[in-house]
């Protein structure tokens, strides 16, 4: 706890810190916004979608997994969200690069990269929708600016400042099986910084993941409880700068609907950031710890059992990045600058249980680094912008091992140093925008990304019912290729209409590459029973991804229409002991996905929305023999103001029910994700 506990107490025992000059304001006056530096000129040609303030409120689960579904393309791992999902499958990607759970977009909150230091998934619960001021996606490949791991594109979280939160907020909202959902926070304006502490908690007796059908006497519900913990000091410094320090701790507990499924989450995070008028330096620590503990149940479904217990996988992030934008014309803009990264941890776990009790013991880790250098440079005339842009990384694998030994004796069972690597990545991207006549904007775009392999596909084998899987020290960084033309049409100030098609390849894939079937024994991971399967992480040769993407948004008086959707054609090209996936769909990856948000803003702040969601079939399993059918969920919500920083506030999760497959075991045991599930509660302060 005390690791945990460390970013956190340095940051708060800070000054407030941040301040920043607005390039418009004179010498005198300084405008502290709690930000980073402006979006590039370049940003323009690439395919955008904002998620402003509005959205982020009026969510019907309040969860920011489930807010980003508006977003064409966007796609966990799970159809499942943080309350019910085992964390290690809650990998964020876009236009169906998945296929497997790490994280293939790269998400930062603030500049800080947020995916697992050792796994590479994302841990929803510590990111409050309440908290942030604006979500921007950019879809589509190249590590550009952002540093490595932006193969399917990049989100970037920005918290609110006190410009949108003011004085004290908070909300208290209480839902179907005995859930709980509340939310405080606290703005204040310091001289002229600010300091926001904003505060999540969230719990429930969860439902029971496998569907009525298949239940037997042990199944039960899944409950969780989370809770997360900000602290944003900023204050300006002389000369126009503004230094920020941000702190973050959360805490996540989840069970599977099972004995011995329970999961558990740690984590603590802290940053510094710098702001000038034409540059920013960034430093940041975050700490995780995680236990997980897996379970088999017998065919009956009477009785489950432990199969092994991640007791701790302790894991940290270092990293740092400058940029610099030297004054070069109105015309021209220059982005310069460099970036580090470092993640290092380890799993501790049990396994071959017997009696109940682990038999063996098992530790495995390593540490990666990235450091890169990257410069982009954007050219505005009259109507038309063109960017082009480049960066250099150096990646290292080290100190990577797996060491299995007997509980009772300690007498060693396997005993590996894996040899360390390095090597160089140049990547770039690059694109035109041009407005040939007033409300139309062609674009089109090209780049290349990369991204490095976690420690937990490099080193971990792992066990889910009766599959069992086995690591690749050997696995090589994905690697991205991409082109894109789109066009933006806003006939009106209220009406806007995008419309993208893309074409990506991503090379050397890593993906569970089934390559047996038990009763046997497997290199790394030993027996496999009758029924289960043998798989590795290997690199397949290439997954490519043509496709399609609409977004829109129309205002008519009261009323706002919004939506998108995505089309995809995603096949895996494989050769040697991947060939049987070759022209097969990735695994988890729909072909067509999309919603639609009718909103209604009416008279004296009274607000209501109804959502629609649509995903089509996936299937489980690399091999595409097990099929989960597509769904389509309503979600609805209303805000009802009784007072001038009061309203009652009512949402409704899966309103008509729908059963989601988020899940198929390999004995056809299927799972499903949130059913129905109602809320009614307050909100005070802070309203839109």
Not at 418 to 437: E, H, M, S
């Amino acid at each position: 706890m005390c690791r945990l506990l460390l970013p956190l107490f340095l940051l708060t025992s800070a000054a407030p810190v941040l301040a920043q000059q607005d390039d418009r304001a004179t010498d005198a006056v300084i405008v502290v916004t709690g930000r980073g530096l402006r979006a590039g000129a370049g940003d323009a040609v690439y395919d955008t979608v904002l998620i402003g303030r509005d959205q982020l409120a009026a969510s019907a689960s309040d969860r920011l997994e489930d807010v980003l579904l508006a977003v064409p393309g966007f796609q966990l791992f799970r159809r499942s969200d943080a309350r019910s999902a085992n964390p290690t499958s809650q990998g964020a990607t876009l236009r169906a690069l998945g296929g497997n759970a790490s994280s293939r977009a790269l998400l930062i909150l603030d500049g800080v990269p947020q995916t697992d230091p050792f796994g590479g998934w994302v841990s929803w619960p510590a990111y409050d929708p309440q908290r942030l001021g604006a979500v921007r996606v950019t879809r589509g490949g190249g590590s550009g600016i952002y540093g490595a791991g932006a193969l399917a594109g990049t989100i970037e979280l920005e918290s609110a400042g006190s410009d949108v939160l003011d004085g004290v907020s908070g909300s208290l909202a209480y839902g179907s099986r005995d859930s709980v959902d509340a939310h405080a926070g606290l703005a204040e304006r310091l001289g002229a910084g600010f300091l926001t502490i904003s505060g999540a908690y969230a719990r429930g007796d969860g439902f029971i993941p496998i569907v009525a059908a298949q239940r037997g006497p042990a199944d039960r519900p899944s409950p969780y409880e989370q809770a997360s913990l900000t602290v944003r000091a900023v204050a300006p410094l002389p000369g126009g700068v503004e230094l920020q320090a941000n702190a973050l701790a959360f805490r996540d507990r989840r069970e599977r609907g099972t004995a011995y499924s329970g999961i558990g989450t740690t984590g603590a995070d802290g940053s510094l950031r710098l702001v000038g008028s034409r540059w920013s330096a960034l430093a940041y620590v975050q700490t995780r710890d995680f236990t997980n503990s897996f379970a088999s149940v017998n065919a009956a479904r009477t009785i489950a059992t432990r199969t092994s217990l991640q007791y701790s996988v302790p894991a940290t992030g270092l990293g740092a990045r400058f940029e610099l934008r030297p004054d070069i014309g109105r015309a021209l803009e220059l982005r310069l600058g460099g970036d580090w990264r470092r993640t290092e941890g380890e799993t501790d776990e049990f396994f071959a249980f017997v009696a109940g009790a682990g038999t063996r013991n098992r530790a495995a880790g390593g540490r990666t680094d990235t450091l890169g250098a990257f410069a982009e440079g954007s050219w505005t005339a009259g109507n038309v912008t063109a960017t082009l842009g480049g960066r250099l990384d150096r990646w290292t694998i080290a100190d990577g091992f797996l060491r299995e030994r007997v509980l009772a004796t300690g007498a060693p069972l396997t005993d590996l140093a894996f040899p360390d690597r390095a090597g160089w990545r140049p990547t770039g991207r690059g694109g035109l925008a041009w407005k040939p006549i007033p409300g139309i904007t062609l674009r089109t775009a090209a780049y290349l990304g990369w991204r490095l392999p976690t420690l937990n596909e490099l080193y971990r084998p792992f066990r889910v019912g009766t599959d069992a899987t086995a690591n690749n020290a050997l696995l090589k960084p994905e690697r991205m290729k991409g082109v894109e033309a789109g066009l933006d049409w806003r006939p009106a100030r209220a009406m806007r209409i995008g419309v993208t098609i893309f074409d990506n390849r991503l090379e050397d894939a890593i993906a569970n590459v089934t390559l047996g079937a038990g009763p046997g024994t497997f290199p790394i991971v030993g027996f496999v029973a009758a029924g289960g399967a043998f798989r590795e992480r290997e690199n397949v040769d290439a997954i490519g991804v043509r496709g399609v993407e609409l977004d829109g948004r129309l205002a008519f008086g009261t009323w706002t229409l919004s939506g998108g959707w995505s089309w995809t054609d995603a096949k895996v090209r494989a050769s040697g002991s991947a060939a049987p996936l070759a022209g097969l769909r990735p695994a988890q990856t729909p072909r067509q996905s999309g919603a639609a948000t009718l909103a209604w803003h009416g008279r004296s702040r009274l607000e209501g929305s109804v959502t629609a969601r649509y995903v089509s079939g996936q299937y489980e399993d690399d091999l595409n023999r097990q099929l989960l059918p597509g769904a389509v969920t309503l979600d609805a919500a209303l805000l009802v103001p009784v007072g001038r920083r009061l309203a009652v506030e009512a949402r409704a999760e899966n309103l008509a029910d729908k059963q989601v497959a988020a899940g198929v075991s390999g004995d056809g045991i299927v799972e499903r994700a949130t059913p129905r599930t109602l809320w009614i509660g307050v909100r005070f302060g802070g309203l839109p």
